[in-house]
Nanobody
Framework: QLQASGGGLVQAGGSLRLSCAAS????????IGWFRQAPGKKREGVSC????????YYADSVRGRFTISRDNAKSTAYLQMNSLQPEDTAVYYC??????????????????????WGQGTQVTVSS
């Protein structure tokens, strides 16, 4: 099971750190991804980190601003979000998969690759 937290209201240019706490004996063996969904829009893959944290992947829209990490001792993954913009406003979800798949094209991640999802946390960026 996954539990996302850390969302909130922040002004443009600000920062937030999201957390994704995983439970279960095999939690540390799974890659973790972050997705987001804004009202009226499709769910968008944001980032993914491998099970050992050695590989990370980002959507073009967040690369250089967001950083994904994990602490397997705490069974928790993080998404540090800097330089937030109003277009980053969305509900953010974390999800697990056996390994990160990074696809070419405009959409680098596919929700169908992820089997277990957290409940989502709201991020609102005001202008």
């Amino acid at each position: 099971q996954l539990q996302a937290s850390g969302g909130g209201l922040v002004q443009a240019g600000g920062s937030l750190r999201l957390s994704c706490a995983a439970s279960g004996s095999t939690a540390d063996y799974y890659a973790i991804g972050w997705f987001r969904q804004a009202p009226g829009k499709k769910r968008e893959g944001v980032s993914c980190i491998s099970s050992n944290g050695g590989s990370t992947y980002y959507a073009d829209s967040v690369r250089g601003r967001f950083t994904i990490s994990r602490d397997n001792a705490k069974s928790t993954a993080y998404l540090q979000m800097n330089s937030l913009q109003p277009e980053d406003t969305a509900v953010y979800y974390c999800a697990s998969t056996r390994r990160c798949h990074f696809y070419s094209g405009s959409s680098h991640f596919r929700a169908a690759d992820f089997g277990s999802w957290g409940q989502g946390t709201q991020v609102t960026v005001s202008s």
